[in-house]
């Protein structure tokens, strides 16, 4: 049975049992449940914001934490509840994954709370894409991350006579020198979404912006079986031989935590790793650098965090509306986005309070947005849908490890994206 059947009989079998037409379970309007991933340190002093900002408008906050990072756990649990006739109020998800929800008819229409806190006016296209599904508002985007950084120990730069790497070459040049120096050169959690984490920018940087939309948004085959994309597993495997022995399986934030405590010199990582250096108590400029990826300046991979909220009955609405209109709230967005370690996803808002990483994360997607060179993250669901994001995550994971060539990759790439459509 299709995954729509089986859900739209699974909710209907759960209202008819409780009687509650039109809604799957009762739950007190002044109370919202809400599935996400944000466990790290970082994460959840972000989330402790938006936690905060309900509570004080009288609606309590049920926390449903999946651990697990990019989200890939949390999604399992999401379908789960779903298809027990048990949604959540709401849930993070990101990019093709909404569409996928709306599709099932599943999300809460919020033209209204939109409309009223002129999100159409505010939000930028490339985010509306996601957050709207046949022109309705079914989804509210809290910030927009992106994937295309590097975050560097600066102490070990300064050591070593190090600045800012400016293209691949000048990235190679800067891992040798710190591995020659006997430090871990790259910090990194060897972990499907990680891997496909710095996929993005070696797509990019290899590439640039028309090769990444033509290979990770259009699919083309061409491109994807290309000998670019076989650059590109070059350089994935090159990216390999500076890791440490124990990188497989480890958590994202404990990767950026070997930046932090200058165990290693440099991460790959979107900017939430921003986030885990101002828990940590440092401070851009001064403990931590913030680069683009080499070679990638001008363009941004973006991942956008947003909170769709499922149809749980009428007394939810209530709560549904003010969770939404809090998170579109312009003085909310700078206080969860200067500790998130995203850009606001509202054009309204003013950078002052960011810091210069803040700053310059705003910046970049504005002149993306203006340039046409702000792409959705592969690796982060705003690239392509799930089915084809987790089958890139396979061959890009397995060549990580070694388990194809390049050219092997570059082959099993363009049949397992074909096999996944
Ligand atoms: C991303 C998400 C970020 C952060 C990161 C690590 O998918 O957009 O907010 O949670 O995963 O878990």
Request: glycine letters at 10%; charged letters at 20%; a negative charge.
């Amino acid at each position: 049975m299709k995954f729509a059947n089986l859900l739209t009989a699974a909710l209907m079998a759960s209202a008819a049992s409780l009687g509650i037409a039109g809604s799957a379970s009762a739950q007190s309007n002044e109370e919202v449940q809400v599935l996400h991933w944000w466990t790290s340190g970082g994460e959840a002093k972000a989330l402790s914001t938006l936690k905060d900002k309900l509570q004080g408008e009288g609606v309590a906050w049920v926390d449903v934490p999946v651990a697990g990072g990019g989200g890939e756990g949390a999604m399992t649990v999401l379908r789960s509840r779903v298809t027990a006739g048990d949604p959540p109020t709401a849930s993070q998800m990101l990019g093709f994954d909404i569409q996928d929800w709306a599709e099932q008819g599943v999300l809460a229409n919020l033209n209204d709370v939109a409309a009223a806190g002129g999100w159409d006016a505010a939000i930028p296209e490339a985010i509306q894409k996601f957050s709207k599904y046949e022109g309705e508002w079914v989804a509210a985007p809290v910030n927009i991350h992106s994937t295309n950084w590097i975050w560097v120990n600066k102490a070990m730069f300064d050591e070593l006579g190090l600045s800012e790497p400016k293209d691949w070459d000048g990235l190679i040049a800067a891992l040798d020198k710190i591995k020659a120096a006997g430090k871990t050169a790259l910090a990194h959690g060897g972990q499907p979404w990680q891997d496909a984490t710095i996929f993005d920018s070696v797509v990019m940087t290899t590439g640039g912006p028309d090769f990444y939309q033509k290979s990770m948004i259009d699919l083309d085959p061409e491109a994807l079986g290309s000998d670019t994309m076989k650059t590109v597993f070059e350089r994935m495997a090159k990216l390999r031989t500076y890791v440490d022995d124990n990188f497989s399986g480890r958590d994202w934030n404990l990767a950026t935590a070997m930046v932090i405590n200058g165990e290693a010199g440099v991460q790959i990582m979107g900017d939430w790793a921003k986030g885990e250096f101002l828990n940590a108590g440092k401070q851009p400029g001064t403990d931590f650098l913030c680069y683009r990826f080499p070679g990638t300046q001008g363009t941004v991979t973006f991942n956008t965090d947003q909170f769709a909220m499922f149809q749980v009955g009428e007394n939810a609405q209530d709560a549904q509306s003010k969770l939404a209109a809090a998170i579109e709230d312009p003085a909310f967005q700078v206080s969860f986005n200067t500790i998130k370690g995203s850009a606001p996803t509202r054009t309204d808002v003013s950078d002052e309070a960011f810091d210069a990483c803040g700053k310059k994360a705003i910046a970049d997607v504005k002149e993306a947005a203006e340039k046409g060179t702000l792409l959705g993250s592969l690796a982060h669901g705003h690239a392509a849908r799930a089915a084809v994001k987790n089958a890139m995550y396979d061959v890009v994971t397995a060549a990580f490890n070694g388990d194809y060539t390049p050219e092997q990759a570059t082959q099993e790439l363009v049949t397992a994206v074909a096999g996944a459509q």
